[in-house]
């Protein structure tokens, strides 16, 4: 099977973050050993891609962002390492992409790998150490994860997942980042288990999927901590059991009203902001866990008193992601069975055209769940 593919493409670069996204004509991508090319149907908008938009995470310029995707497989490398996936093919991608050769991706910890670090993370780059995307002009342009806010991308084949039928091409693109990154969370950070509490604080995109996997797992008591009450009250419609707004009332005293003194046996902290790494912290039991997911906006620090933390046995276990190759294909299934409603948590949905107006909004705090920006508007 073969498919047509035009020589350039829409893409939405980065080359000031004064200036701001601005949607060009480029280089289509073309997939390299290993890989595959998507053309794609829709590419989520993360909160962490703003630290980059707004230049407090350094990241070379100018660059595509873009890390969650789905799409249709229209091209795949030679040896893609994927004999399951083929031209036609309608997938996820996630994005965190593991070289799947290194020692941690060997050991199956893709959330670690090195590669994906210090090339894509830091570098933009895959992983023979260049990128795929070039201007007209044939200069480089970066490539942040997949680079999916484009018509097309390249994604190496350990990062994809075939969709099944009746999976939504649009919303589907948050499987690969929001519904994985909070799977991750549940499933290796916080290692929920049927009855236990759990708190989540800031339930955005990512936290919205937290509270719809921990009550998959089995939570016995769901806690939804914000400060906007129409997100406490998507919280409340996805799962939680309770809601409380950390604006209007103290977090702490709330939950332990909610969980008879004790605290949450988990807080998830999905923000990556010292006040809600606080927030999250004092919510947890004694030998509870608190696991933060948020990236916080270049360098930032939280503090945690020492003898409390020692005294009551807490542990602190960071998340990034999930284990992509083992664990995308799960999200996948359960969005399959109806356990994860992706399509609820899309509440705002843009041209490519409008990507610049989306983030801003997002910025904001006015996106409720995860917008998307579909390439069919």
Known sequence: MTIEIPELMKAAVLRDPAAGLRVEEIRTPRPKEGEVLVKVSACGMCHSDLHVLGGAIAFPMPCVLGHEVAGEVVEVGPHHGQPTVAVGDRVAGAFLMPCGRCESCAAGRDDLCVPFFTMNRLRGRLYDDTTRLFDVD?????????????????????????????????????????????????????????????????????????????????????????????????????????????????????????????????????????????????????????????LGAGVQTAGVEINQTVRRSQSIVGSYGARTRHDLPRVVDMAAKGQIDYRGIVSRRFALEDVAEGYALLRHGEIRGRAVIDMSL
Request: net charge negative; with cysteine.
């Open 138 to 294: 044939g200069s480089p342009i970066w490539m942040y994860s997949m680079g999916g806010l484009a018509q097309y991308c390249v994604i190496p084949s350990t990062s994809v997942t075939v969709l099944p039928d009746g999976i939504d091409p649009v919303a589907g693109a948050i499987l690969g980042c929001a519904a994985m990154t909070a799977y991750g969370a549940v499933r290796h950070g916080g290692d929920v288990r049927f009855g236990d509490s759990v708190a989540v604080v800031a339930t955005g995109g990512v936290g919205s999927n937290v509270i719809q996997i921990a009550r998959a797992f089995g939570a016995s008591q769901i806690i939804a901590i914000d400060i906007a009450d129409d997100k406490l009250d998507d919280a409340m419609r996805l799962g939680a059991t309770a809601a409380v707004n950390s604006a209007t009332s103290d977090a702490r005293t709330e939950v332990l009203a909610l969980t008879g003194g004790r605290g949450v046996d988990v807080a998830f902290e999905v923000l990556g902001r010292p006040e809600t790494w606080t927030t999250a912290l004092t919510v947890v039991r004694d030998g509870g866990r608190m696991v933060p997911i948020g």
